[in-house]
């Protein structure tokens, strides 16, 4: 046979596409027929039901693994912007009060977020765990497998994700009161942010509580999550009163410039990366073509408003500060992911970048009032997280569906809430033996030689500030 004549059987061979012409084809193999090996409709169903459940688990696990990375960016950004003295307390407030989210969420917040709600509150049973099917299903009872893959997910993967959250609004606190607030009362008050206060405020909302029937939203947590720390960060700031020096005795703000420019925006980075996390693994669920193509859209919104709020806050700084300035940049990029958590899976994604970019002006307007009103937040928590995290939650019923009487009523009844019971937790380590300021001395000379006896750059020779009597 000539070499011609093979031409039309490798042209047949090339154009038998069996997925086009048998239903036996699937994932890139042929079915064997269901007389040789049962049932494979049935089996295909079971299958599938069961990657559904892997895949779910699987976002889940991932996608907190990713916003717990921004602790990192927290640490990153708050030690980069406080003054070298302080950077060795940043960095242990930081992973400390990630430890005590973990620890208190398993011992009661979860169950007060989640389990049993009625309306306001939901169970004060003490810690969580897998389900009984999946406790049989590890001890080798296939029978129930069918019950855990109805779950939809492994049930600690849920907690995992949910827990994440909680220390991303600590950490929140934790910038805004560097560099004055002992060691001991910031530790109390994230116990009780992260055992009581967060987990309330969820199960109004995400628990299904009251406000979640009256059809508030909040996509990934715009009030949920940064307003609450906002809120409890603005009581701190209001009574532990400004850093010395801060202010002068005119009353205008002395700049503290940060020490680390090159960690600050690294950190902001961080935390641009962990919030596709925030919000893509917010859709809950990785089981569908719908669900992905959600996903996608999650992101790319969450990348739109995080850009748009950079480059108009960069805008707006000439005007407002008189100079391009990077921090508020910097904070613009977090205005802008914050105004789009509550409603980043809308399809329209220009007005991801509006809200993003209103994000970062609203953003850099709260930088100068906080200086006017003489509230010292370190890093510009405040602004960026609880101002833009308003108006992400009221934008929610330009293009998302909001109705605006329920999301106004939600972000006044959560900043009530939040504001009233953390300014009495605040005021009274206040009016405690422990207290909440550092002493003069130790704030002067820094709280990683006042307080921990370690220096963050031992090669460097500390001096105390000085501040003129101010």
């Known amino acids: 046979m000539k070499f011609a004549d093979l031409r039309p059987i490798a042209r047949s061979i090339r154009e038998f596409r069996p997925w086009r012409v048998s239903p036996l084809y699937y994932g890139g193999f042929l079915v064997i027929p269901a007389v040789f090996v049962g049932e494979p409709t049935v089996q295909f169903s079971e299958s599938l039901s069961e990657t559904d459940f892997v895949l779910n688990t699987f976002a889940f696990l991932v996608w ?4 717990m990375w921004m602790c990192a960016g927290f640490t990153m950004l708050v030690s980069g912007s406080v003054r070298t003295k302080n950077a060795s307390m940043i960095c242990l407030k930081n992973i400390g009060l990630y430890s005590i989210a973990g620890l208190a969420f398993f011992f009661i917040g979860y ?28 001890d080798g009872d296939d029978a129930a497998l069918g019950a855990v893959v109805d779950q939809g997910h492994a049930t600690m993967s849920d907690w995992f994700f949910q827990m994440v959250f909680v220390a991303t609004t600590a950490s929140i606190v934790s910038g805004a009161l560097a560099e004055r607030v002992r060691l001991v009362p910031f530790f109390i008050f994230t116990f009780a942010l992260t055992a009581a206060i967060y987990p309330i405020v969820g199960a109004w ?13 909040d996509f990934a947590g715009s009030t949920i999550v940064h307003s609450t720390g906002g809120w409890a960060a603005l009581a701190g700031v209001m009574i532990a009163g400004p850093r010395l020096g801060k202010f002068r005795a005119n009353g205008e703000a002395r700049p503290t410039p940060p020490s680390n420019v090159l960690i600050v925006t690294l950190g902001v980075l961080i935390l641009w990366l962990g919030w596709f996390g925030f919000n893509g693994g917010s859709q809950l669920k990785l089981g569908s073509a719908a669900d992905v193509v959600a996903m996608s859209n999650i992101l790319v919104n969450t990348n739109l408003a995080a850009a748009a709020g950079v480059v108009v806050s960069l805008a707006v700084s000439r005007f407002i500060f008189g100079r391009i300035d990077l921090i508020v940049g910097l904070n613009g990029a977090i205005a802008g992911l914050v105004s789009i958590t509550a409603g980043p899976d809308i399809t329209e994604h220009y007005w991801a970048i509006i809200i993003g ?30 101002i833009a995290g308003i108006w992400g939650t009221l934008a929610v019923c330009i293009v998302a569906g909001g109705d605006f009487v329920t999301q106004l009523v939600g972000v006044l009844a959560v900043g009530v809430f939040v504001f009233a019971i953390s300014w009495v937790i605040w005021k009274a380590l206040a009016l405690s033996p422990l207290g909440i300021r550092v002493t003069r001395d130790v704030e002067e000379l820094g709280q990683d030689a006042g307080e921990l006896g370690i220096e963050a750059y031992p090669e460097f020779v500390l001096m105390p500030d000085s501040y003129d009597g101010d």
Do not use: R
């Open 357 to 386: 970019a209103v994000g970062g002006i609203l953003c850099t307007l709260g930088m100068k009032l906080l200086e006017k009103v003489k509230l010292d937040d370190v890093v510009g928590a405040i602004p960026a997280h609880l």
């Open 205 to 217: 909302t995400w628990g299904g509580g009251w406000l979640a029937e009256m059809g508030f939203q």
């Open 64 to 67: 907190g693994a990713l916003v």
């Open 111 to 138: 169950n007060l977020m989640y389990v049993d709600v009625v309306d306001f509150i939901g169970s004060f049973t003490l810690m969580y765990g897998p389900s009984s099917d999946e406790l049989a299903l590890l």
